[in-house]
């Protein structure tokens, strides 16, 4: 915002900065908590979203919608008066700042592609989704019940073949192991590609398929198998409860 509206942000040597944290949520907010206030919607990322609709281009709120899907199921409140500002104080465009201030954020992380499936994906033969289980990696993931909510079950795959849960990736780590993992700075590729024909998740570089192991439940990679429903998968619309209205129960 600064750079954007004629200021600039500078580094002071030896400089301090103290943040005082809330320690509760507001209770003296008309609501009892902002979870309350604004229905159950997650208040970062509403926050998020009312920065990008007033501050970003329309290519530029792509790339966030595209890295964060259920953001476009939230209401966001009224936003014209930012939007005043922004045209009051004559501020340059986003594009302007990631061209002449940001220039170097591409270098080491690229625009990203859109979204080509995202959603929980839920196993035919268990009944089961993908699920990260809040681990941070590098670590092992697996499937567990699914509960339309997102959060870690909120899988997404890109046009370029990239598996990923928020910016982390799915890897498989040789073919017995399915792990998170840091996604390679600079890179949106990955060896990822959806079957749509015979719903299998086939790892290019390895020639297999993602499957849970019908013993043990582990996913795995496995010799495509396009009968074996512990090889199959489908993609699965997730709508979380703050989005649901009445009538969707």
């Known amino acids: 915002k600064v750079w954007m509206c004629g200021g600039r942000s ?43 609709e007033v501050w970003f281009d329309d290519e530029y709120k792509e790339f966030f919608y595209t890295r964060e899907p259920l953001a476009k199921l939230i209401d966001i409140g009224d936003i014209s008066q930012q939007l005043k500002l922004k045209e009051e104080k004559n501020c340059k465009s986003f594009d302007w700042f990631m061209t002449e201030i940001a220039y170097d954020v591409f270098d080491k992380y690229p625009k990203l592609p859109p979204n080509k499936y995202w959603g929980e994906l839920k196993n035919q033969a268990t009944k089961t989704c993908l699920d990260t289980m809040g681990k941070h990696p590098p670590s092992v993931i697996g499937a567990s019940g699914c509960h339309g909510g997102g ?99």
Not at 184 to 206: A, E, I, N, S, V
Request: net charge positive; with cysteine; aromatic share 10%.
């Open 10 to 52: 500078v580094w002071v040597p030896c400089s301090r900065v103290s943040h005082v944290y809330r320690g509760h949520s507001c209770s003296s907010c008309g609501s009892g908590t902002l979870t309350n206030k604004f229905k159950g919607v997650p208040t970062t990322l509403r926050n998020y979203k009312r920065v990008v």
């Open 151 to 249: 959060g870690y079950q909120m899988i997404m795959l890109n046009t370029e073949g990239q598996l990923v849960n928020g910016e982390w990736c799915v890897q498989a780590d040789g073919q017995d192991k399915i792990t998170l993992v840091w996604c390679d700075m600079g890179k949106t590729d990955g060896p990822w590609k959806f079957l749509t024909d015979t719903q299998q998740m086939r790892h290019t570089k390895y020639d297999r398929c993602l499957a849970l192991h019908p013993e043990t439940k582990q996913l795995v990679l496995l010799a495509c198998d396009e009968n074996n429903l512990y090889h199959k998968w489908q993609w699965a619309t997730i709508t979380p409860h703050w989005a649901r209205t009445k009538q969707d129960g």
